[in-house]
Nanobody, 120 residues
Framework: QVQLVESGGGLVQAGGSLRLSCAASGRTFSNYNMGWFRQAPGKEREFVASIIWSGTITDYADSVKGRFTISRDNAKNTVYLQMSSLRPEDTAVYYC?????????????WGQGTQVTVSS
């Protein structure tokens, strides 16, 4: 089991910045690929960004490319999402995800989420 706790959400004006953190515990953090997803009211959960276990490869949704940066600190068991130039459409609950594939089995863990609200 991996326990994930997100923090750093809040209310910010359009054009502002926030940094989300996700602290992991329970298993070897550096074995897991990490990701951020978000879910706006009335919408499905969508992919935002991901980073592989070593931190050397990242991926972003087109809607956040150039504005958001994902990073990780394996010594601190934490993954971050730096969000800049925020827009009202970025308003959502942001979820942290840890995943890995072992022997053909995929292991997925989720945090409880943190609310991000961007006012216009």
């Amino acid at each position: 089991q991996v326990q994930l706790v997100e923090s750093g959400g809040g209310l910010v004006q359009a054009g502002g910045s926030l940094r989300l953190s996700c602290a992991a515990s329970g298993r070897t953090f550096s074995n897991y690929n990490m990701g951020w997803f978000r879910q706006a009211p009335g919408k499905e959960r969508e992919f935002v960004a991901s980073i592989i276990w070593s931190g050397t490869i990242t991926d972003y949704a087109d809607s956040v490319k150039g504005r958001f940066t994902i990073s990780r600190d394996n010594a601190k068991n934490t993954v971050y999402l730096q969000m800049s130039s925020l827009r009202p459409e970025d308003t959502a609950v942001y979820y942290c995800n840890a995943n890995r594939i072992v022997g053909g089995n995929k292991y997925d863990y989720w945090g409880q989420g943190t609310q991000v609200t961007v006012s216009s």
